[in-house]
């Protein structure tokens, strides 16, 4: 993600989030190319990297770690998915349907938009955010701490917003 402030606002991300792949890779144009770098010669020689471009939005993400285009575009539909949570906010942030999600779960992407618009909401307090969600802030932190890119990307958004970066102390 580069480093603009600026968000699409949509209220059409959580049907977005909630669709099955083949609904979502449907809004998405897609190529695909040769991926570089280590590999051997089946890389070098076959276009399995993938580029997606999720047409409402404009976002765009690539995935190249395997040697299979089936499976890199699968990759990157899951990297758009979370890409779409961290830069489309909802006009109106619903309160998440559970205060935790498995980083495996099909919902975890609607999971991360929904805390993402709370801290916004509460201007990234995450006392104020942890009060709105029903939780903890302690547990707040790690909701946020479990997922290395939600952190770091929480960490971008506090840093704009000229807010501290949070640390997680062991």
Known sequence: ????????????????????????????????????????????????????????????VTDCSGRSQHQNRHEALKKLRFQLALEVRSGSPAVPERAEVSLDSPDYPLWTAVMIDHLFKNSFSLKDTAESLGISSSKLVKLLYRDPALWQAVNRFREQAGLPLMIKKE
Request: hydrophobic share 25%; glycine share 10%.
């Open 1 to 60: 993600m580069d480093k603009k402030t600026d968000f699409i606002i949509s209220d059409e991300r959580d049907k977005w989030l909630r669709q099955n792949d083949e609904e979502f890779f449907r809004q998405c144009g897609m190529e695909a190319f040769k991926g570089s770098g280590n590999g051997g010669q089946k890389r070098n020689k076959t276009s399995s990297a993938v580029r997606l471009r999720h047409t409402p939005t404009g976002i765009t």
